[in-house]
Protein backbone atom coordinates (compact mmCIF):
# COMPACT_ATOMS: atom_id res chain seq x y z
CA UNK A 1 0.00 0.00 0.00
CA UNK A 2 0.79 3.29 -0.25
CA UNK A 3 0.22 6.41 1.73
CA UNK A 4 1.08 10.16 1.79
CA UNK A 5 1.08 11.93 4.89
CA UNK A 6 1.16 15.86 5.38
CA UNK A 7 2.31 18.13 7.67
CA UNK A 8 2.95 21.83 8.19
CA UNK A 9 -0.66 23.30 8.12
CA UNK A 10 -1.59 25.98 10.78
CA UNK A 11 -2.41 29.49 11.21
CA UNK A 12 -0.73 32.40 10.05
CA UNK A 13 -1.03 36.33 9.33
CA UNK A 14 -1.16 37.88 6.09
CA UNK A 15 2.33 38.56 4.54
CA UNK A 16 3.69 35.26 6.42
CA UNK A 17 4.95 32.16 5.14
CA UNK A 18 4.41 28.81 5.84
CA UNK A 19 5.82 25.29 4.76
CA UNK A 20 4.32 22.06 3.74
CA UNK A 21 5.35 18.69 3.18
CA UNK A 22 3.68 15.74 1.81
CA UNK A 23 6.14 12.42 2.13
CA UNK A 24 5.20 9.12 0.12
CA UNK A 25 5.75 5.64 2.00
CA UNK A 26 5.08 2.50 1.12
CA UNK A 27 5.47 0.31 -2.08
CA UNK A 28 6.84 2.62 -4.61
CA UNK A 29 8.41 1.66 -7.74
CA UNK A 30 8.60 4.96 -9.62
CA UNK A 31 6.41 9.42 -8.72
CA UNK A 32 5.82 10.53 -12.43
CA UNK A 33 4.13 13.70 -10.41
CA UNK A 34 3.54 15.57 -7.55
CA UNK A 35 1.50 18.41 -6.34
CA UNK A 36 -1.17 20.16 -4.42
CA UNK A 37 -4.47 20.96 -4.29
CA UNK A 38 -6.55 23.06 -2.09
CA UNK A 39 -10.16 23.57 -1.40
CA UNK A 40 -11.97 26.81 0.31
CA UNK A 41 -15.38 26.34 2.30
CA UNK A 42 -18.07 26.51 -0.70
CA UNK A 43 -15.84 26.22 -3.47
CA UNK A 44 -13.86 23.83 -5.76
CA UNK A 45 -10.82 21.78 -5.42
CA UNK A 46 -8.11 23.66 -7.53
CA UNK A 47 -5.15 22.72 -8.45
CA UNK A 48 -2.47 25.08 -6.53
CA UNK A 49 0.96 23.39 -8.15
CA UNK A 50 2.33 20.35 -9.44
CA UNK A 51 5.78 18.99 -10.69
CA UNK A 52 5.67 16.52 -13.33
CA UNK A 53 9.44 13.87 -12.68
CA UNK A 54 11.66 15.96 -15.21
CA UNK A 55 9.53 18.74 -16.08
CA UNK A 56 9.25 22.17 -14.67
CA UNK A 57 6.34 22.74 -12.25
CA UNK A 58 3.10 24.40 -12.98
CA UNK A 59 1.67 27.10 -10.54
CA UNK A 60 -2.15 28.31 -10.60
CA UNK A 61 -1.52 32.10 -11.53
CA UNK A 62 -3.15 33.24 -8.23
CA UNK A 63 0.26 31.96 -6.65
CA UNK A 64 2.24 32.65 -9.19
CA UNK A 65 5.48 34.49 -7.84
CA UNK A 66 4.39 33.45 -4.00
CA UNK A 67 4.57 29.49 -3.83
CA UNK A 68 7.19 26.82 -4.96
CA UNK A 69 7.00 23.75 -5.08
CA UNK A 70 10.19 21.73 -4.16
CA UNK A 71 10.94 18.38 -4.26
CA UNK A 72 13.17 15.62 -2.36
CA UNK A 73 13.10 12.49 -4.75
CA UNK A 74 15.45 10.72 -2.26
CA UNK A 75 12.54 10.94 0.20
CA UNK A 76 9.75 10.81 -1.67
CA UNK A 77 8.46 14.12 -0.40
CA UNK A 78 7.10 17.27 -2.08
CA UNK A 79 6.93 20.71 -0.22
CA UNK A 80 4.66 23.73 -0.74
CA UNK A 81 7.02 26.71 0.16
CA UNK A 82 4.22 29.57 0.55
CA UNK A 83 5.05 33.25 0.99
CA UNK A 84 3.37 36.69 1.13
CA UNK A 85 0.35 34.34 1.81
CA UNK A 86 -3.16 36.23 1.68
CA UNK A 87 -6.66 35.45 3.31
CA UNK A 88 -7.68 34.53 0.25
CA UNK A 89 -4.85 31.04 0.49
CA UNK A 90 -7.11 30.02 3.38
CA UNK A 91 -8.35 26.32 3.11
CA UNK A 92 -7.81 22.60 3.01
CA UNK A 93 -4.49 21.57 0.77
CA UNK A 94 -3.77 18.49 -0.31
CA UNK A 95 -1.00 16.50 -2.11
CA UNK A 96 -1.43 14.16 -4.34
CA UNK A 97 1.36 11.90 -6.03
CA UNK A 98 1.16 9.61 -9.57
CA UNK A 99 3.32 6.68 -8.34
CA UNK A 100 3.56 3.41 -10.21
CA UNK A 101 4.21 0.00 -7.28
CA UNK A 102 5.53 -1.97 -9.81
CA UNK A 103 7.87 -1.35 -13.75
CA UNK A 104 4.69 -2.80 -15.40
CA UNK A 105 1.74 -1.60 -13.08
CA UNK A 106 -0.85 1.42 -14.05
CA UNK A 107 -0.02 4.27 -12.34
CA UNK A 108 -2.51 5.31 -9.84
CA UNK A 109 -3.44 8.47 -8.01
CA UNK A 110 -2.73 9.23 -4.11
CA UNK A 111 -4.18 11.79 -1.76
CA UNK A 112 -2.61 13.16 1.63
CA UNK A 113 -5.40 13.48 4.35
CA UNK A 114 -4.95 17.39 3.87
CA UNK A 115 -4.52 19.84 6.43
CA UNK A 116 -5.91 23.29 7.05
CA UNK A 117 -3.84 26.56 6.21
CA UNK A 118 -5.46 29.67 7.75
CA UNK A 119 -4.31 33.37 6.49
CA UNK A 120 -5.92 36.04 8.96
CA UNK A 121 -5.90 39.73 7.75
Known amino acids: QVQLVESGGGLVQAGGSLRLSCAAS????????MGWYRQAPGKQRELVAA???????NYADSVKGRFTIPRDNARNTVYLQMNSLKPEDTAVYYC???????????????WGQGTQVTVSS
Open 96 to 110: YAAIRQRPIAPETQY
Open 26 to 33: GSIFSINA
Open 51 to 57: LVSGGSP
